[in-house]
């Protein structure tokens, strides 16, 4: 078959098929079967990205309250937005918005029109204390412009961290303390650009490193101490030679950095980035995997197939940015509503389908917006459970003949511009070809714009005062303007550590950078020739090896 939306053959799996077939809906003892998909698994990922705006923030008004707030959606949005209190509170009923579904017109276009009227939650996050510009998070504290996040305490600037504490622009990290620049690294302790690494301390510039401590500038190395460059050093040589290396200096830091980057290209690299126990898997960055199948960025999961972000999943399919069990083409569920499919930002419950945030426990739905606790409604509008169960069959067979039945929302259907969404971090498209597929596009991400004098940060962290968290600086990447706290600026001097030269967006972009796409390809390993399924395209340059020939080259 070919892809709908960009045209290259794929198949679907015969297990793929009777996932499909298991998680289809059963009403009155009656099978609906959801189609196969007829977009590629690529664009299938895409499309459900598409739909999730993580760190694009804006200064808005609540339409219930009046009160500014900061919001996932501008102040123009086509749509009604409330702060997260009001939308929680009991001052407005969803169920006031609902309608009857219409025969004569496409589901989805029904939908548009039910988006545009039900009030949408403005920013999604719970259990925060001093923690505003933050999305999609829980239980922070003291945190600023982190994402994707739980559990943590002043942290600022990441992306995807969890249980972490005094942690500054990080991404995809786990239980770490005092942590700067890190990339799919757990329990590291004050430490600097560590990859790929778990259980290290006092170091920096390392990858694939594991329970080492006073490191500095190595790959691959197991239990070792006081080593630059892979080479031992006593305590004494080691803490001489690690003077020389300044990061609190940015210009002795962009070089430190190059030079790091190219001794990666030297050394050899397990195909697959992981941790843990993994189990008869593909992918990358897994941790703790059974049985899971082209899998990227999950952590304890098992029986999973074509899933990118999950934590403590199973038996999912197609679905990203996912906590739970047995959903199919979901995208931000966290818990997972148990046999579902076709949802978005819906936490808990079960058998619910092509609804957007539906919350505590709403079970039986149907193209639904906005409901908490609810059952047995379509489009918003309360049914028994027999009125429910004959209506819905239809609605099912009426979207069959118009080819939406077991397609996800259509791109156009977003709240947001591609470029505002994480489908611009895994899969960046220029604008032409984002407008050529439906998406929409946005000139200027930018929340503020500054007209004074261009600033630029001093070289050195010790030349910095406390001046500087009441200046604007330039971004030397994209011009953009952006501002350092003064909690930041305390972690800097703490850590030694050049005051960064560019903007938050530039910096998420260059980690960015050191993940692979969500793209497997079929390469051989570098030293025994075996087969290899990676992340790393043909043309990379990176030197890769299988497990076996991996391990007898570390160190």
């Known amino acids: ?94 169920l006031e918005y609902g309608r009857d579904y219409d025969f004569s017109r496409p589901f989805f276009e029904q939908f548009a029109e039910l988006q545009k009227a039900v009030p949408r939650l403005g920013m999604v996050s719970m259990m925060n204390e001093n923690s505003d510009y933050t999305n999609y998070v829980s239980y922070l504290k003291n945190c600023y412009l982190v994402f994707t996040a739980d559990y943590n305490q002043d942290c600022l600037y990441g992306v995807w961290v969890e249980y972490s504490k005094d942690c500054v622009d990080n991404f995809y990290i786990d239980h770490c303390d005092l942590t700067y620049n890190s990339f799919f690294s757990q329990n590291i302790y004050n430490s600097s650009f560590i990859l790929n690494s778990s259980e290290c301390h006092d170091s920096a510039f390392l990858y694939d490193c594991k329970a080492c401590h006073d490191c500095f500038l190595s790959v691959g190395l197991r239990n070792k101490k006081y080593h630059i460059e892979n080479q031992p050093y006593s305590k004494a040589e080691y803490e001489a030679k690690r003077k020389t290396y300044d990061l609190g200096s940015n210009k002795q830091l962009k070089e430190i950095k190059k030079s790091f980057f190219a001794m990666l290209l030297e050394h050899p690299r397990l195909f697959m980035q992981r941790t843990g126990r993994i189990n008869n898997s593909s992918g990358n960055m897994l941790t703790d995997t059974e049985n899971c199948l082209e899998c990227f960025d999950v952590v304890r999961a098992k029986d999973c197939r074509l899933v990118q972000n999950g934590i403590d999943i199973k038996d999912l399919q197609d679905c990203c940015y996912v906590i739970g069990e047995f959903g199919y083409e979901n995208c931000e569920c966290a818990p997972i509503p148990f046999q579902s499919a076709f949802n978005l930002n819906s936490y808990t419950g079960s058998n619910l389908w092509y609804t957007d945030t539906c919350m505590n426990n709403c079970q039986n739905c149907f193209g639904c917006i906005s409901l908490r606790h609810k059952e047995y409604c379509v489009l918003n509008k309360q049914y028994t459970k027999e009125q429910y169960e004959e209506l819905l069959p239809k609605i099912i067979a009426h979207m069959k003949s118009t080819g939406e039945w077991g397609e996800f929302f259509p791109i156009a259907l977003s709240p947001f511009a591609y470029n505002e969404t994480s489908a611009y971090d895994h899969f960046p498209l220029t604008k032409e070809r984002a407008l050529a597929i439906g998406a929409k596009w946005k000139e200027d991400i930018a929340t503020s714009k500054h007209y004074g004098q261009e600033l630029h940060v001093p070289d050195h962290i010790k030349d910095v005062t406390d001046e500087i968290t009441k200046q604007i600086f330039t971004c030397i990447t994209c011009q953009k303007q952006y501002r350092i706290i003064q909690q930041e600026l305390k972690f800097y001097r703490q850590q030694n550590l050049a005051i960064p030269q560019q903007c938050f967006d530039c910096r998420h972009r260059e980690r960015l950078s050191w993940k692979n796409n969500w793209t497997l390809w079929d390469r051989n390993c570098a030293q025994c020739n075996t087969q290899i399924q990676t992340t790393y395209s043909p043309e990379r340059k990176e030197i890769l090896y299988c497990e076996k020939c991996y391990l007898k080259s570390t160190y």
């Open 1 to 94: 078959m070919n892809c709908r939306l960009c045209s290259h053959s794929f198949t679907t799996s015969p297990e793929a098929l009777a996932f499909i077939d298991r998680i289809s809906p059963v009403i009155k003892g009656v099978k609906q079967s959801i189609d196969a998909p007829r977009l590629c698994p690529r664009c299938r990922a895409l499309r459900r990205c598409a739909f999730r705006n993580e760190h694009a923030l804006y200064h808005r008004k609540c339409d219930l309250s009046g009160h500014e707030f900061i919001s996932i959606y501008v102040s123009d949005a086509p749509y009604k937005v409330y702060e997260p209190k009001e939308w929680w509170s009991d001052r407005w009923d969803p």
